[in-house]
């Protein structure tokens, strides 16, 4: 296993103070390795967004970071973000950590010709490069996402959304970061450009080494994608597990949900439910386990306990985790949270 | 929903209730002296058929004229050529005697209500332009109508507003706001692309129910083939304002036909898939104002022929009755040698 590169552990995020405030995030604790796609999956108002904006340190008023801590392990060990002071964290972001917003159309600057913008980063980052290094860098970056040179002197406007998004992707990368923050990088995007896109990221992540935090909703397209993938709920992050055996066995009713919810491309056509219910108002969170409900295996006690992010109790060895008080000791997990090794085939006829 | 091999026979016999032929739709550019006098190709030659208690699909790419389509069969916007039918006759005349008959749900359920009123103004307003239906008072039938959409108990919803609501709670009342004109054709734009994943299923399901109860003819317009595959009777794919491949759900998301699709379908995420994809014939749609001569998908297409560049592909017959696809690899005599079926089949 690779080693760690971004710990975040208990991270809280309020917003607002006091008796009224709203908790985003509760007790958030994940591990980003090296080279590793780590995905965060959620509805809105889970909380994914919010926690990419803190752990970034790009959090706005009336967002508070109440408790935990990221530990970034960069070019001078180990640190912990949330201590760094303003200039350290700006010198850190963007050379080690950078980050991909949902709407490129937004995070491009009009006036700007492509070219202009992608050297600004080279500019106030790499002091000692000349302006034709700095051009040939962009160059060569613009090459790498699939655009031909001749784009540098393009404006925003007379690019298409798949290539704008490209374009990020490309500033993102400029100066090598060990971490990529990626918040529904495609979401606005048609699924070719989609699928273009995350192949090109895909060759990037394999020839550069960089981690990335891919944030998303479509959980559908995580299995694909990533590692292994934390599926957040209300704030919390209910269940973390290698993305294979997130997909083939979970361990929380909400991810089982979830994954319930995406209509199959194959075989046979079955009436599916998706989750009865709507998610839960933040500011109103239901007593105990926020999921219960909307739960179908709900039990007394979970209207009372808050569960928290532990290892299954009848599989303590396997590298995964769920927030789910059927998953402990003392209780007796339903029989479709309990399945393991399932082959694709079994679980076509059992989904 | 599983059964509709069965109903498919004798459907395709009925008379659609609406049906559209030969629909065009050309938008004139009012920007940049260059452009003076040309138009946005939105929708080209498009036939589709609405079916009593059937749920055509409408699948494409954003800016393939999909909800171009579902507003000229709503006549929100004016035809610029060919012509609707309404039961193989003339359509009502006068908008509101069509609005009583066709009705649309858009895509934003958070846009689409007005916020300064509650559930029971919103719903009693389309109720009392189009007639409270005999014997029962205003304010039964309103909840006659949110509890057709599940909006139970009623007695509740009546009286609260939409800021108070979800977002499928609040597509639910779109819907029964459609339904309230009691229409045979309801049109539904992308109805669930703004809702939660976890809730999206719902008014899915609820739409399958009009279909099957109710006997609605339904449009779905979406950009997600999975959904698409779940709820439709019949897909109708669009690439740039044309329908490049028209046929039974299953049968166009399992075994597509048409290049277009079926790199459309290799791109979609599906967890299953033992491989990456390997996507034939990447690249981005055409310009609408001045789109490629013959086939609209030929600058990207892997098996383009020298005719593609030149002709439109009629929409040629397929697999089961029913199924064409708009390409010339399927004419009879194509070079099977070229068939998109022996590249790609594994994209499927």
Known sequence: MNAPVLEISDLSVDYGFGPDAVHAVADATLTLRSGEVLGLAGESGSGKSTLAYAVTRLLREPGVITGGSAVFHGDDGPRDLFEMDGEEIRALRWSQISVVFQSAMNSLNPVFTVGNQLTDVLRA????????????????????????????????????????????????????????????????????????????????????????????????????????????????????????????????PYTEGLLNSFPALHGERVVMTGIPGSPPDLRGLPAGCSFNPRCAHAVDACKETAPRLLPISWEPAEPRRAA?????????????????????????STR | MTETAETTETAETDTPVLEARGLVKHFPVRRGWALRGAHVHAVEDVDIALRSGRVTAVVGESGSGKSTLARLLARRTALTGGRLLWNGGEPPSGSRAYASEVQLVLQDPFASLNPVHGLRYILGRALKLHGVPEGQTLDEAIKALLERVSLTPSDQFIEKMPHELSGGQRQRVNIARALAVRPKVLLADEPVSMLDVSIRLGVLNLLADLRDRERLAILYVTHDLASARYLADTITVMYAGRVVESGPAVEVADSPQHPYTQLLLSAVPDPDRDEAPRLTGAGAPPSLIHPPAGCRFHPRCPFAMDKCRVETPPALPVGSPGHTSACWLHESGANTQASPAAGTAGAA
């Open chain 1, 324 to 348: 789910c008080l059927l998953q402990t000791d003392g209780f007796q997990a339903p029989a479709s949270l309990t399945r393991t090794g399932l082959r694709a085939e079994e679980i076509g």
């Open chain 1, 125 to 252: 980052h790499r002091r000692g490069m000349s302006r034709s290094e700095r051009r040939a860098r962009a160059a060569e970056l613009l090459d790498m996402v699939g655009i031909t040179e001749d784009r540098l002197r393009s404006f925003p406007h007379e690019l298409s959304g798949g290539m704008r998004q490209r374009v990020m992707i490309a500033m993102a990368l400029a100066l090598e970061p060990r971490v990529l923050v990626m918040d529904e990088p495609t979401t606005a995007l048609d699924v070719v450009t989609q699928r273009e896109i995350l192949q090109e990221l895909g060759g990037l992540r394999e020839r550069l080494g960089f981690a990335v935090l891919f944030i998303t909703h479509d959980l559908s397209l995580l299995v694909e994608l990533a590692d292994s993938i934390a599926v957040m709920y209300a704030g919390r992050i209910v269940e973390h597990a290698p993305a294979e055996a997130l997909f083939r066995t979970p361990r929380h």
